[in-house]
């Protein structure tokens, strides 16, 4: 049976659909630039599956980045990625962007020991990231869930006894900060745009393979921070 998915992302300034079979990435279609999301996405869908010969009544799931990014992005994808579902009785999958990032380390050769720590960070803005750890033991722990962190030197100092591997946009700030972990840092992972499709076609497929679907009707995405109303300048 072949697995075949429809893959969105508008976590960031970036807006991607992908479409997969089996985990391999058959079709992919971008449109950079901010507030786009919402006029774009469609059009762009509605492309890629005539590009790559796919009806919608043949798709078995719709993956979506549920999180860390915008929250008007990750609003506008969950919306066109529950649609989808509910017009085509298919299933819908939550895919985390931070695991997203690991994945694309690992496909892009980058070794990882028992032991090590695998933290991806997404910049957040000021000193804050969105960002997990992961104890790369026999078998994987979180040891720091996805969540929006503030950075000081004091920050993975609990990370002891294997390498740190950091990746992201938000290690710029953090090499900045810690000038005494440059050593750590000195080889941080930044992938190029173009990865991240593969990527997250290979762990949507995984998330299908082993039933993790979103079931609740009233699923939004993970924001991992509250979002702040800004107070009226004019009462």
């Not at 933290?119 to 026999?138: G, L, S």
């Not at 078998?139 to 962190?149: E, I, K, S, W």
């Not at 609990?158 to 840092?185: P, V, W």
């Not at 992972?189 to 299908?208: D, T």
Request: glycine content about 8%.
């Amino acid at each position: 049976m072949n697995i075949n998915l429809l893959l969105i992302d508008t976590s960031s300034t970036i807006c991607r659909v992908g479409r997969s079979i089996n985990g391999q990435l058959v079709g992919e279609r971008m449109l950079e630039g901010e507030n786009r999301h919402s006029e774009g996405l469609n059009p762009m869908i509605e492309q890629l599956m005539k590009d790559t010969q796919c009806s919608y009544n043949s798709l078995d799931g719709v993956a979506v980045i549920n999180g860390p990014g915008s929250y008007t992005g990750l609003r506008i994808g969950a919306a066109f990625a529950k649609a989808l579902t509910f017009a085509t009785d298919c299933r819908l999958i939550a895919v985390n962007g931070l695991d997203v990032l690991i994945e694309q380390y690992r496909l892009d050769g980058h070794e990882i020991e028992v032991g090590d720590f695998l933290i991806p960070m997404v910049d957040a803005r000021r000193m804050e990231v969105f960002t997990q750890t992961i104890w790369y033991a026999q078998q994987p722990l979180c040891m720091h869930p996805p969540g929006a962190r503030v950075l000081s030197e004091e920050s993975y100092n609990e990370c002891k006894g294997g390498k740190r591997h950091f990746m992201g946009n938000g290690c710029t700030k953090f090499q900045e900060l810690r000038s005494s972990i440059a050593d750590d840092l000195s080889d941080r992972y930044e992938p190029e745009p173009g990865q991240r499709m593969a990527s997250m076609a290979n762990l949507a497929n995984i998330h299908y393979q082993q039933d993790r679907f979103v079931t609740d009707d009233f699923w939004q995405p993970d924001y991992h921070k509250e979002f702040y109303y800004p107070e009226p300048r004019q009462k």
